[in-house]
């Protein structure tokens, strides 16, 4: 059984304590630990969560100054509460991100996130030195309820983890100066809107985590898993040498529709042509972004700068609406060998839309997969099999 520990990210450095404030919060700490090595093997985190939110209410009046706050820029997201564990500076961390925003306002966002969760949580399984982080981007709103239902939906996990919740509109800021110009491109509607900006969070994600963050997976809230989650982390290990994210092709013939004018002016070209030999596009709905190769990468960092993401969109006639996906559609137009080609057992796509709108005669070449299916992705609320 893993222990849950809700942290809250802060964008701004930790305030100083006073020394009383200090003693007060250690001893805190000192009771949670009490908690964990005398309580009951099988641990309630609901009653640790109830105890650890009473200590901040009654020794804390600024939220930045609570107990289980980090500075995201030291890159080290430690819990001041402990767990008593010896392990604890040992383990190895595997980081997952979902978005999680205006949840609590959607009953139907809500139910996929328990399908999510409770499939990771059946069928995941890590080593004993080994944690998943789990990493949500949210609202205040939909922070408070995660943080109510995580315990039930992740009782039956085998494995460590820990949940750590980012604040939306603090990345938001962070990251509009860096994707503002891309937005125009790739962005429903005219112009580049500041609350679009943190559906491109993957495409610059490497500039605004801490240098200690080398790997990440960013995940749809509409999936189902039917393998561990584990397994997935490991095709890591089999990107080349220039690749820096992981993603699997879009299994409809969307960028058929998108690059309509490039391949009627190219005909030879393979832009948006089905698998296994056309050039099809991406879906972003279960991503591996090697954080660390793309800092390093000079070429994916040129291909973020406002000059050349208007050159590619004028070559190929870009006008997409689906945010990160686009971008990373576009450029890999022209550079492959930034990607690494997840199979679409990591990634089968369910949604039929395009089959009754125009190309039903060339549906099923994109739909295929052949292979086990790892994660179903419900995309367009297109309902998910059963077990």
Known sequence: ??????????????????????????????????????????????????????????????????????????????SRTGTGDDLEGKLSRFHALMMFTKVDKSLNLQQKFKVVMRSMAKHGRFLEDEMLVLHYVSDAGSQELGEKMLP??????????????HNVKA?????????????????????????DAIFFLSVAMHRIMPAELKRIVQLDLDLKFRSNVRDLFQEFNHFPSKAVIGIAREMQPVYRHTFWQYRKENPKSHVGDPPPDGLPGFNSGVMLLNLEAMRRSTLY????????????????????????????????MEHRELFYPLSCGWNRQLCTW???????????????CDGPVHIYHGNCNTPIPDD
């Open 152 to 165: 039930e939906l992740l009782m039956d996990a085998t494995f460590r983890y820990e949940v750590v919740f």
């Open 1 to 78: 059984m893993g222990v849950l520990r809700v942290l809250s990210v802060t964008m701004g450095r930790i305030s100083t304590f006073r020394s009383y404030q200090i003693m007060l919060l250690l001893a805190a700490a000192l009771a949670v630990v009490a908690f964990y090595y005398f309580g009951s093997e099988k641990q309630n985190f609901s009653s640790t969560t109830k105890r650890i939110k009473e200590t901040q209410a009654s020794h804390n009046t600024n939220r930045d100054d609570a107990d289980l706050s980090i500075d995201i820029r030291s890159g080290r997201p430690e």
């Open 301 to 332: 960092n040129q291909l973020l700068e406002p000059g050349r993401i208007a050159q590619l969109a004028e070559k190929y006639h870009f006008r997409g609406h689906l945010g990160d996906q686009d971008f990373f559609t576009m450029i890999g």
């Open 354 to 368: 395009w089959r009754e709108h125009g190309y039903g005669d060339v549906f099923q070449l994109y739909y295929h």
């Open 171 to 195: 990345l938001t800021e962070k990251l509009f100066p860096i994707v503002e110009a891309m937005q125009k491109h790739f962005s429903a509607g005219s112009g580049a809107y500041y609350s």
